[in-house]
């Protein structure tokens, strides 16, 4: 993959320009995750507050009409940080070795293509375009767990990409749903542009 697909231009974000369109940003999340609208006004302050954390990117798509249909952001992960207490809550009760992932990573936070952008490789750009560069050495990153009968593209995607299982079936406070941690040593892989 070497060019963003037709009419999706892809973007950095400064965290200006994120504080600028977060409400559309947290409307492209709900949209994506199936949230309620609510969760636009619940989850502003905190994607405001990650735009401060060390190393904090962002990446985003926007279609013909400067409208977001896409966005990635991420920063380093730390000690302190509730979803990284989260994460090693979890491994610690259930895999101790794991516990080795919470180093020197970068923690994907959010991901996320509307419906009707999503199916033309734009997940994967924006996901490499994110970590490119990324001096940390591995990415981690949580997902609603696995539907064996109907897999997310999300899943598809991070497999696809050499995302290995960290933990699973955890549930996080707060979210009765059940989700996969999953990582990923750094740096991606160039992707393969011959043609058969």
Do not use: K
């Not at 401060?52 to 990446?59: I, K, P, T």
């Not at 020197?104 to 959010?110: I, K, N």
């Not at 490789?121 to 050495?137: D, F, I, K, P, S």
Request: hydrophobic share 40%; proline share 6%.
């Amino acid at each position: 993959m070497t060019a963003a697909p037709p009419r999706v231009r892809l973007v950095r974000f400064t965290a200006t320009e994120m504080a600028d369109r977060l409400t559309e940003a947290l409307r492209v999340y709900v949209t994506a995750m199936g949230y309620p609208r609510s969760a636009v006004r619940q989850r502003a302050p905190l994607w405001r507050e990650h735009t401060h954390r060390l190393g904090w990117r962002c990446v985003a798509a926007l279609d013909a009409d400067d409208s977001l249909v896409g966005l990635g952001y991420g920063y380093v992960g730390a000690r302190g940080q509730w979803w990284h207490e989260e994460v090693r809550r979890g491994l610690l009760g259930t895999d101790p070795a794991g516990l080795h992932w919470l180093t020197d990573y970068f923690e994907l936070t959010e991901l996320h293509v509307l419906p009707r952008a999503q199916g033309n490789g734009l997940g994967e750009h924006l996901l490499r375009m994110l970590l490119t560069g990324n001096e940390r050495r591995s990415v981690l990153l949580s997902t609603p767990e696995l539907d064996v009968a109907n897999p997310a593209r999300a899943w598809r995607l991070y497999r696809r990409l050499g995302f290995v299982d960290v933990l699973r079936q955890h549930r996080f406070i707060g979210d009765a749903r059940p989700f996969a941690v999953l990582g990923r040593r750094l740096p991606l892989a160039t992707p393969d542009t011959r043609q058969d």
